[in-house]
């Protein structure tokens, strides 16, 4: 019997990223599966030298970028670094998809000549490596998605981005790890395997920027590129403790030319994000400037004009709104104990905070209107894709890729005309009693912390910011300890998300201990300069002088 055309294709997909890492590259063994904390491994493999384990460990990317800019390292130098650690992060985590080490390395060097020539860096990341999400085009390398059909066809260009980032100085050197589609809050797909996340394997490692996320959690990258339809820049980032932006729609996009993206969707149900994930905010927050500055609206469709705005915000008391609950699923006690201690530790720095316990009804609302936008083209262009080499679909996808009956017209003008009015009457919830306003909402980013793999509970509390289009970010807040895993539950919604998250993942608590806690931060539409500045804010308090030291940086 012959066997599936997908099986071929992925050996041979998986040979080739194989080739591509040096032998001298390789560990001599992998760690045993009771290893679940591996982010020491590469300091300990024996692979990189004493100024490479510095180089990976011991900046940001804006430090780093401000010390190849004063000649303290050459870009080559750092690139070799951050290849070899990535190298060694694929081997543990399964993080990684297209590699082009030797591309990146001979880019180095011309950066080098660059610096040494002209005496001035070419841009702000000048020789910084960076790390991008699987489903934006390289030239010469596929964006598989993690569908098997689209292996073997290269980009023949690049994304805006890519081109945006690397006029700035930067330099790409892998692609990283995705969910089968894209349609999942995990990474794991037929073609590379899951993604593994690297402060404790058996919880996950997040998706569908998954891979981002592990490889920036073990250092392999300092910052990388993801994209965002229901969570998927601020979920890898809150499962590996690291800080992830998602701004509004239009305003980076960068996903034109991708084969997985049905021609003329975007804009229609919720429309996709472009943003990073990185170890600090401040990298987060030049990566934003940079792309502005970038003037992706004149080649791209859907970006708007929106050159970047340098603000000065004066030390004031700014207020926020701490969303408890979005009705559909009430947060476990560790979610519940963090958004506390943050509501309280700002009123000590004398900032003004609302707890909202109670919202409003139509907030419930916003997490069923945002599941059938997601849905709306009934899976056919995805199943295609799937079946056109007869790959199976892997677990988590299989029952939620159906082919269904597309929205008719007359139902998504209804399904738009619902999302105009939640968006009008979420409007509401920046209106505070005195008349002041709010400066941001903090909330979760999910009901619980990181679960394990193909457990994650619903995409509420991320989604409904897809769907109202409103920026927000995550970002890590301390652990789960052993005083949140005894406290009480919260009340019950009533809802199957509820239930579930009250019994299977609550049952499974133990797995939480030391695990990341993050927070969400909201902005208005728009706005991710005043986002941003809130982000620092709350970074300041609860990660003490940390963030205080990473803020002290004009961009």
Not at 173 to 186: A, E, G, H, V
Not at 350 to 356: D, I, Q, R, S
Request: proline residues 6%.
């Amino acid at each position: 019997m012959e066997s599936p055309a997908y099986i071929d294709i992925v050996k041979r997909k998986q040979a080739e990223q194989q080739s591509r890492i040096p032998q001298e590259w390789r560990l001599k063994s992998l760690p045993d599966e009771s290893v679940t904390d591996v982010r020491h491994i590469p300091r300990e493999s024996g692979i990189l030298s004493t100024r490479e384990i510095e180089i990976t460990e011991t900046f940001d990317a804006v430090e780093l970028a401000d010390r190849i800019r004063r000649r303290m390292y050459s870009c080559h130098e750092v690139t070799l670094a951050f290849c070899k650690r990535a190298a060694i992060a694929q081997q543990l985590l399964n993080c990684l998809t297209e590699i082009f080490f030797d591309k990146a390395l001979e880019r180095a060097k011309q950066l080098d000549k660059h610096l040494e020539e002209h005496g001035l860096p070419l841009g702000p990341f000048h020789g910084v490596p960076i790390s991008l999400k699987d489903n934006f085009n390289y030239t010469g390398y596929d964006s598989s998605s993690g569908v098997v059909a689209l292996c073997f066809r290269p980009a023949k260009e690049k994304s805006s981005i890519v081109s945006v980032l690397e006029d700035a100085g930067a330099v790409f050197y892998c692609k990283t790890n995705i969910p089968q589609t894209m349609m999942s809050l995990d990474s794991v797909n037929l073609i590379w395997g899951r993604a593994l996340n690297p402060l404790n394997r058996k919880l996950t490692a997040g998706g569908s920027s998954g891979g981002e996320g592990a490889l920036i959690g073990i250092r392999g990258s300092l910052i990388g590129i993801g994209s965002d339809v229901g969570g998927s820049i601020r979920v890898p980032a809150m499962c590996n403790g690291l800080y992830g932006v998602k701004p509004s729609a239009h305003r980076y996009v960068s996903q034109v030319g991708s084969e997985f993206i049905m021609p003329g969707s975007f804009g229609v149900g919720l429309s996709f994000s472009t943003g990073p994930i990185a170890t600090s905010l401040r990298s987060c927050e030049l990566l934003l400037k940079v792309v502005s500055d970038g003037k992706l609206w004149e080649s791209e469709p859907h970006v708007l004009f929106s050159p970047w705005r340098t603000l000065e915000f004066k030390p004031r008391p700014m207020k926020f709104l701490v969303l408890m609950t979005d009705l559909v699923t009430t947060p476990l006690p560790p979610v519940q104990r963090v958004l506390k201690e943050t509501a309280a530790q700002l009123q000590s720095r004398g900032h003004k905070v609302v707890v909202l316990d109670d919202p409003p009804k139509f907030v419930k609302q916003l997490h069923g209107l945002s599941n059938k936008l997601m849905s709306i083209e009934g899976g056919a262009w995805a199943s295609d894709l799937v079946d056109k080499t007869g790959e199976p679909k892997v677990p988590w996808v299989a029952p939620r890729l159906k082919r269904r009956d597309p929205a008719t017209l007359k139902q998504l003008f209804e399904l738009n005309s619902k999302n105009e009015e939640l968006i009008t009457q979420s409007l509401k919830l920046w209106k505070s009693s005195d008349g002041q306003g709010f400066d941001a909402i903090i909330c979760p980013v999910a009901p619980h912390p990181t679960p394990q793999p193909d457990a994650w509970n619903g995409a509420g509390y991320t989604s409904m910011f897809n769907m109202l289009d409103w920026p927000s970010g995550a970002i890590p807040a301390r652990n789960v300890t052993r005083e949140d895993l005894e406290a009480p539950l919260g009340a019950e919604t009533g809802t199957s998300w509820d239930k579930i998250n009250r019994t299977k993942l609550w049952e499974k608590r133990e797995g939480y201990l030391g695990s990341p806690l993050s927070l969400q931060i909201v902005g208005r539409k728009f706005q991710e300069e005043e986002l941003l500045h809130a982000m620092h804010v709350v970074d300041e308090v609860v990660s003490g002088t940390r963030g205080a030291a990473v803020r002290d940086h004009k961009l």
